[in-house]
């Protein structure tokens, strides 16, 4: 065999094993304001959007088997459960819902990261509109309960230093850049929690728009606090750390460009 046909041999059998080379390499991603992200705070339309759930609600199960699924789950576990009752009961199911299983909340997460791209995206594309204004109104209810008042005073809000460890993908940013993350994002209170879902990069952040979700969520150990994709941070630093990127982000503000878009 001639040292050609062996080479492509041998990138064969390497695709269709799996090289570590390939099914390990990292992607890069520059940080920035998510311009496509869905990043509705229903301001003012809580109480109609309270009316369409249940209508659309069903209509999303229907083209989401995995969502339907994990709401069933999540329905379950919260009946089994007693006390915390800071939020109405599908509130807390929708919290209880995407912290269950990974593929859901990739692939919501995924959805919202593309769904402001347009208006007519996010109205005949998006089916994870109840999800989202649930989620969406879980943390605005919180932020609101006192017991969940926790964090650190900063000017009038509470705010929370938090950890993300992210696999896969490593992100970069400019010192005193604005940047949003675009999607509900999953840090913890505990950098060793946050370093065991990866080390490509560590975001050291402190968000005062989050709030702690543990009470609600399918993994109390991890002591979670949900960020929304709507919380603005301005990158205080970002630095190489081996292999891999440390980026402290610092909150400042919060900016929708979309605001009762359902109704």
């Not at 065999?1 to 695709?15: D, F």
């Not at 992210?166 to 209170?189: E, I, M, N, W, Y």
């Not at 709507?230 to 929708?256: C, D, K, P």
């Amino acid at each position: 065999m001639n040292q050609l046909a062996a080479s492509l041999m041998l990138l064969v059998a390497t695709l269709a094993s799996g090289s570590p080379a390939l099914s390990d390499a990292i992607e890069e991603v520059a940080l920035d304001m998510a311009s496509s992200s869905f990043d509705d705070q229903y301001r003012g339309c809580g109480r109609w959007m309270q009316e369409e759930l249940a209508e659309l609600n069903d209509t999303e199960f229907s083209l989401n088997p995995l969502y339907a699924e994990a709401w069933t789950v999540a329905t379950r576990e919260w009946r089994s459960r007693r006390g915390h009752r800071a939020l109405r009961p599908e509130l807390a199911v929708a919290i209880l819902a995407y912290t269950w299983d990974g593929a859901l909340f990739r692939a919501f997460n995924a959805a919202v990261r593309e769904a402001g791209s347009s208006r007519q995206r996010y109205l005949g594309s998006f089916h994870f509109k109840v999800l989202h204004f649930l989620l969406s109104e879980a943390l605005r209810v919180l932020r609101r309960t006192p017991s969940y008042q926790l964090g650190y005073q900063r000017g009038y809000q509470r705010c929370y230093q938090v950890y993300r460890g992210v696999k896969g993908v490593r992100f970069s940013g400019r010192r005193d850049q604005l940047v949003r993350l675009g999607h509900f994002t999953s840090a913890s209170l505990r950098e060793e929690s946050a370093r065991g879902f990866g080390q490509d990069t560590l975001f050291r952040l402190e968000s005062c728009y989050g709030v702690p979700v543990r009470d609600f969520s399918f993994f109390a150990a991890e002591e979670e606090v949900l960020v929304p994709p709507y919380e603005v941070f301005q990158v205080a630093n970002a630095s190489r750390r081996g292999a891999g990127v440390t980026i402290e982000l610092r909150s400042a503000g919060a900016f929708s460009a979309y605001n009762c878009e359902w109704v």
